[in-house]
């Protein structure tokens, strides 16, 4: 069974950092991409990062040179820094993991920005 565990997040004031980790068990299949994305009270779910399995990376333009998405592939953990946080940063931040045909979500962490 696929389980994806994520810890990092918390209530922060703007202009702060927070780091988040989202570790991957139990998958069968070669992981292709993890990425995170997250969901404001009232809003759809958005991208914030991906990475894929040769390095390369996305961001939404709301995050880019504030966040950095990074991965230890022998650990299947994905990191997001989050530096210079803004209130609208303000969300539930999901874990994703793409691996063989599947999709995976993890539960979601609450990232609170305080202005």
């Known amino acids: 069974q696929v389980r994806l565990v994520e810890s990092g997040g918390g209530l922060v004031q703007a202009g702060g950092s927070l780091r988040l980790s989202c570790a991957a068990s139990?998958?069968?299949?070669?992981?292709?991409?993890m990425g995170w994305y997250r969901q404001a009270p009232g809003n759809q779910r958005e991208l914030v990062a991906t990475?894929?399995?040769?390095?390369?990376?996305n961001y939404a333009d709301s995050v880019k040179g504030r966040f950095t998405i990074s991965r230890d592939g022998a650990a299947n953990t994905v990191y997001l820094q989050m530096n210079f946080l803004k209130p609208e940063d303000t969300a539930v931040y999901y874990c994703?993991?793409?691996?063989?045909?599947?999709?995976?979500w993890g539960q979601g962490t609450q990232v609170t920005v305080s202005s």
């Open positions: 994703q993991t793409v691996a063989g045909p599947f999709a995976y």
């Open positions: 139990g998958v069968m299949f070669s992981i292709k991409a």
């Open positions: 990475i894929i399995s040769g390095g390369s990376t």
